[in-house]
């Protein structure tokens, strides 16, 4: 089963068989970045253009690299240094670099949609790095990658998703693919930051998707706890009075990881905001994934690109 | 596809006669099997590269160490065909600087997948002699490339397509010529 699309915009319109097309390719490109010579000829001569609109260091490096050891030519462009600051639309910047003939291009955008409407207008395949709000697929698609190789299956597992999940695209990507691959998904945080409705939005698929009431209702015999970052950059509208207030209620600490299954996994798709969202003994305890989920990052983009950028 | 068969170029006993047959010619060229590193081309590589093994062990009660390669990121085609092929793993050992590796696959034909195997193969490491074992020799070739073990050589069309089938992929064991339709 081919992936018979020209872009990666979000995990929405992804069907079950395209999602584990692309896990199971990611799998195979795991043991290259495990070998010597960590690099395959691939994508010789394809170009790769990462548009960052945001700061980014671990997506932007991931997809760096991903390009890189499958031998594409990847070329780095951040807003700051761009000609975004002299004026240029993004319509305009997406022509122009479509005009050097790219393979693939891959962007972040602070507003949702971004990315489809790039893809609309350029030949290059568009991978969407994180828009907004609204998606980001390649962390949700690691994040499973992480979680089944961990557990062995997604389906049946109960994941608590706990935080900022009002401003995260990493949670509308992740509740989108866990639930389509038939997982139960809680989601937890202060009332000011959980979108209530959001639940209607997403078809659950085999699995399901609630807000708990509490994050300890939502961790209490979870398979895998999620924590999200505290957006720092996002958090103006005055959600919660102080960040020591959101660790003693919301943060993830080894008591309260306590009342997830014995076995559990924690993930964070980082940057760690360490002694807010979640303590440095959990973060750096036995049962946190998150640098696996650095080194799945890198597989999934490189099994992306391979699938996207490899053809004509 | 639908295929006409045309012949049948092998049956099951035909083929178990020619693998032992190249068993033991790897056998009398490389007098130090310890060093030797059999190393099938999947799909159908894999499973005669072990049948090889199979017989070597019984000859001469060697176990001769085993890898398996999949060429589909070193393919020179990949742009040209229309869906990206799934990947099967690709296992040798740490280090194959050294060794002798015998590759194994069940067609040569172009020639270009054992050019692929050994690109893939150096960038492993610096194996000290690189040996090919085929089961059929279809002709056709389109780069430089020999095998030192064939099971049988076939004169062929380039319409006509060989098509060998294992037990391990498909319900019976014989190599058949066919044509599609």
């Not at chain 1, 893809?119 to 907004?132: F, L, M, P, S, T």
């Not at chain 2, 047959?21 to 099938?40: C, H, K, M």
């Not at chain 2, 060429?71 to 002798?100: C, F, H, M, S």
């Not at chain 2, 194994?104 to 997948?113: E, M």
Request: glycine fraction near 8%; aromatic fraction near 4%; charge should be neutral.
């Amino acid at each position: 089963m081919p992936l018979n699309r020209k872009d990666l915009l979000g995990i929405a319109d992804l069907s079950v068989e395209e999602i584990n097309l692309i896990l199971d390719t990611a799998v195979t490109f795991r043991d290259i970045n495990t070998r010597q010579i960590k690099k395959v000829p691939t994508l010789r001569g394809k170009t790769v253009i990462n548009l960052f609109f945001e700061a980014s260091t671990r997506t932007r490096t991931s997809f760096e690299i991903a390009g890189k050891r499958l031998s594409a030519d990847t070329i780095n462009i951040s807003a700051s240094t761009s000609s975004v600051v002299k004026g240029e639309t993004l319509v305009d910047t997406a022509l122009n670099l479509q005009a050097m003939a790219p393979d693939a291009i891959v962007i972040r955008h602070s507003s949702s949609g971004a990315p489809h409407q790039i893809a609309k207008i350029v030949k290059a395949a568009v991978i969407n790095a994180g828009d907004g709000a609204h998606e980001h697929p390649t962390q949700a698609l690691l994040d499973a990658l992480t979680i089944r190789h961990a557990k062995g299956r997604i389906g049946g597992l109960k994941v608590a998703i706990i935080g900022d999940v009002l401003h995260s695209r990493v949670a509308r990507s992740n509740a989108h693919l866990l639930t389509k691959l038939g997982a139960h998904v809680v989601l937890a945080g202060p009332r000011t930051l959980l979108p209530f409705g959001l639940e209607k939005q997403i078809p659950a698929g085999n699995g399901s998707i609630r807000f708990a009431d509490s994050i300890e209702d939502a961790i209490t015999d979870a398979d895998v706890v999620m924590m999200l970052r505290i957006q720092m950059e996002r958090q103006s509208g005055g959600f919660f009075p102080s960040l020591r207030e959101y660790s003693i209620h919301f943060g993830l600490n080894k008591r309260r990881l306590a009342l997830a299954k014995p076995d559990a996994i924690v993930l964070h798709p980082g940057p760690i905001n360490r002694g807010v969202e979640i303590d440095s003994d959990v973060a750096d305890g036995v049962s946190s994934l998150i640098l696996d989920q650095v080194e799945n990052g890198v597989a999934v983009r490189m099994a992306i690109l391979y699938l996207l950028a490899g053809g004509e | 596809m639908e295929f006409t068969q045309k012949a049948v170029v092998m049956t099951a006993g035909d083929m178990n006669r020619v693998m032992a047959r190249i068993a033991s010619q790897i056998v009398e060229n490389n007098p130090d099997l310890a060093n030797v590193l059999l190393v099938g081309i999947h799909r159908r590589g894999v499973p005669l590269a072990d049948t090889i093994a199979a017989k070597i062990k019984e000859m001469d009660g060697v176990d001769v160490a085993r890898g398996t390669l999949d060429i589909t990121l070193y393919r020179d085609d990949l742009t040209t065909v229309a869906d990206r092929p799934v990947i099967n793993k690709t296992e040798l050992p740490a280090n194959i600087t050294g060794k002798t590796i015998i590759l194994v696959d069940d067609v040569l034909y172009t020639g270009r997948t054992i050019r692929a195997a050994m690109d893939e193969l150096i960038d492993f490491g610096r194996p000290r002699r690189v040996q090919l074992a085929v089961l059929i020799d279809r002709g056709w070739r389109e780069l430089p490339i020999q095998a030192d073990y064939v099971g049988k050589t076939v004169t062929t069309t380039e319409a006509e397509i060989i098509k060998v089938m294992l037990p391990e992929f498909d319900d019976t064991e014989q190599v058949l010529l066919v044509e599609q339709k």
